[in-house]
């Protein structure tokens, strides 16, 4: 498994992001992938998380993007996404990609921490300016 993300920089607020992971060989039928972000001197924290249980996807996104953010994946591409609106400067962060083993949705609540997440990817920078 190799994740790998792409799509980070400096947007003013107000902007939009997309954000990629390239996520060879991840299954997502059998994977739970997760977009996390972090901050210097604070915990790694859910962003969203998204399943694909046998053609039906399963997105979930914590409180702080609700609204702002959507989760997908293509799965021709091997491929997740995590597109973000209306961006503000508490969305500065390094944002990961990680991968999971999952056999059902109930496997990919927000409520997993990183420490499920056994790949991760190296981070892409988000810098939202005022």
């Known amino acids: 498994v190799k994740l790998v993300e792409s799509g980070g920089g400096s947007v003013q607020a107000g902007g939009s992001l997309r954000l990629s992971c390239a996520a060879s060989?991840?299954?997502?039928?059998?994977?739970?992938v997760a977009w996390f972000r972090q901050v210097p001197g604070k915990e790694r924290e859910v962003v969203a998380t998204?399943?694909?249980?046998?053609?039906?996807?399963?997105?979930r996104y914590a409180s702080l993007v609700e609204g702002r953010a959507t989760i997908s994946l293509d799965n021709d591409a091997h491929a997740v996404f995590l597109q973000m609106a209306s961006l503000k400067p508490d969305d500065t962060a390094i944002y990961y990609c990680?991968?999971?083993?999952?056999?059902?949705?109930?496997?990919?609540?927000?409520?997993?921490?990183?420490?499920?997440?056994?790949?991760w990817g190296q981070g892409t920078q988000v810098t939202v300016s005022s």
């Open positions: 998204i399943y694909d249980q046998s053609g039906t996807i399963w997105e």
């Open positions: 990680a991968a999971a083993s999952a056999s059902s949705a109930d496997d990919c609540r927000l409520q997993g921490g990183p420490e499920v997440y056994r790949h």
């Open positions: 060989g991840v299954a997502f039928s059998r994977s739970c």
